[in-house]
């Protein structure tokens, strides 16, 4: 065997110690985080592209150097990737990484390459009331559908939720008496967040006139939110609801209902409400994820002076 050979066999070897290493993480994801399917899907794939980037380019990963990860982004950005897809999996990366560190999987050297690079961020696309006013005027009908999706969005625009997260609200979850709604975001983590009377007043319309005639009789189910055949409706189904109220709205095609999240920060920031406080609402774990909507505070405040003042 030649010495060429013995590398390319060591480095293969690394590799599929590598593949199980991920194996491993995910399983610590699922049972340890307790991450949604969803997310675990994600961490996943974006894991296991990077190995077959690491095989195609004869790179070990576990001995990954800050060259080997420029040149790996470098790929994913010529590949058409957006910023924020990179992030995504830079942050994969990153997690696994410092797992890897505390189990004595890999060294220093390797947490190293992978926390230095810094990417741009955009500032998060945001809603005008306007805009909001024209898309729950969408559903100002009294048919069944209409009625749901109206308190669809109310909650949504109301409590910051994540669409996923009000997939899987259930009627119990909804406390009418205290104004709050009870969500359960990443990691199964639990948080209640006040809701204005207007959205439940919306809430209370839909369950009145609107979800009995969505439920079926032998097939009852404790989701708020109905499809027409009476299951719950997933996240996608939400999400496909949303675009098709933002068509009838004729607003921009690429708002999503994160877009909505983001308006709830914005708003309650600019309302004159602490980071802290916005942190618990939006159930973010790192206070530094917050902080991107004092930015966007900051430039609508400049766009309100440009506006206004007389030498702008």
């Not at 559903?139 to 997260?165: H, K, M, N, Q």
């Not at 969500?183 to 839909?206: Q, T, W």
């Not at 430039?299 to 309100?304: D, V």
């Amino acid at each position: 065997m030649t010495v060429r050979t013995a590398e390319a066999d060591a480095r293969e070897a690394a590799r599929r110690l590598f593949a199980r290493d991920i194996d491993d993480y995910i399983a610590h994801l699922e049972g340890v985080r307790r991450l949604s399917p969803n997310s675990v899907r994600a961490y996943r794939e974006d894991l296991v592209a990077f190995l077959e980037w690491s095989r195609r380019e004869a790179v070990v990963p576990s001995r990954l150097t800050h060259r080997d990860l420029r040149s790996y982004l470098l790929e994913l950005t010529r590949a058409g990737y957006s910023t924020r897809t990179i992030s995504r999996h830079l942050s994969s990366l990153r997690g696994m990484f410092r797992w890897m560190y505390r189990e004595g999987r890999c060294d220093s050297a390797a947490v190293a390459a992978v926390a230095s690079p810094k990417l741009s961020r955009r500032l998060p696309k945001t809603m005008s009331d306007e805009d909001v006013r024209d898309l729950l005027a969408t559903c100002d009908e009294e048919d069944p559908v209409s009625l749901r999706d109206r308190a669809f969005l109310e909650v949504l625009y109301a409590t910051g939720a994540r669409i996923s997260e009000v997939s899987a609200l259930d009627l119990g979850d909804i406390d009418f008496s205290e104004c709050q709604v009870r969500l359960f975001g990443k990691g199964s983590k639990e948080r209640v967040v006040p809701v204005y009377r207007m959205a439940l007043d919306r809430v209370v319309a839909y369950l009145e006139r609107g979800r009995p005639a969505l439920v079926l009789v032998d097939r009852p189910c404790e989701a708020l939110l109905l499809s027409v055949r009476g299951n719950r409706m997933s996240a996608d189904a939400l999400r496909t609801v949303f675009k098709r109220r933002v068509a009838q709205a004729r607003l921009d095609p690429s708002l999503t209902p994160h877009a909505m999240r983001h308006t709830f920060a914005t708003e309650l920031l600019g309302g004159g409400a602490d980071l802290r406080s916005v942190q618990e609402l939006l159930g973010h774990e790192s206070l530094a994820t917050t902080q991107v909507y004092t930015h966007l505070s900051i430039e609508r405040l400049k766009e309100a002076a440009r506006s206004a003042h007389p030498r702008s």
